[in-house]
């Protein structure tokens, strides 16, 4: 089975910084890789799909990169409402299945 | 707009087993879309359990392939999830989502959730 590491596993930083979340998977996944944001006691929310997508509605200051098995999540300038728990989650098409990173806490510093 | 709303039992006894519903509204779910269970155990990581397709096709995790069955109701626009002989690790917010179709393609990323239902196993 694919894993994936996210680095770091938690994060401080100030609003205005620009932040950036790696996540590497064990094997090249090609760019079938997606980024969420979760808040304490809500559903995740996707922000980035096929390693470069910007979901609907998500803030351009939110970009992913990368591909085959290293992938980054750049927050360009973090807002006050940034502050949360990143996930990264890669899709493997034959046979399908789906996997999640650890996580990445992003707290206020 | 889709949305998703995950109910059922909020206890289950341990060896029980865990069932769950998540209705969908404002779309059908005969539509391109697979639908996905995903869990998170208090203060840990997501977890996806398995799948399913309004034609009835599943995937599951393979780590809880033997315990798992995620069917579809299309009648009632909802599919269902049944774990068995549940213990107290299997203690977790259980989420519903849908797995993103865009511009005519389908992407492995889930574009919608439900708000998530805890489920407490214990006696």
């Known amino acids: 089975a694919i894993q994936l590491t996210q680095s770091p596993s938690s994060l401080s930083a100030s609003v205005g910084d620009r932040v950036t979340i790696t996540c590497r998977a064990s094997q090249g996944i090609s760019s079938a890789l997606a980024w969420y944001q979760q808040k304490p006691g809500k559903a995740p929310k996707l922000l980035i799909y096929?390693?470069?997508s910007l979901e609907s509605g998500v803030p351009s200051r939110f970009s992913g990169s990368g591909s085959g098995t290293d992938f980054t999540l750049t927050i360009s300038s973090l807002q006050p409402e940034d502050f949360a728990t990143y996930y990264c989650q890669q899709f493997n098409s034959y046979p399908r299945g789906y996997t999640f990173g650890q996580g990445t806490k992003l707290e206020i510093k | 707009q889709v949305q998703l709303q995950e109910s059922g039992p909020g206890l289950v006894k341990p060896s029980g087993t865990l069932s769950l519903t998540c209705a969908v509204s404002g779309g059908s779910i005969s539509s391109s879309n697979w639908w996905s269970w995903v869990r998170q155990p208090p203060g840990k990581g997501l977890e996806w359990i398995g799948e399913i397709y309004h034609s009835g096709s599943t995937n599951y995790n393979p780590s809880l392939k033997s315990r798992v069955t995620i069917s579809v109701d299309k009648s009632k626009n909802q599919f269902s999830l049944k774990l068995s002989s549940v213990t107290a690790a299997d203690t977790a917010v259980y989420y519903c989502a849908r797995v993103i179709c865009s511009g005519g393609s389908c992407y492995g990323a889930f574009d919608i959730w439900g708000q998530g239902t805890m489920v407490t196993v214990s006696s």
């Open positions: 096929d390693a470069s």
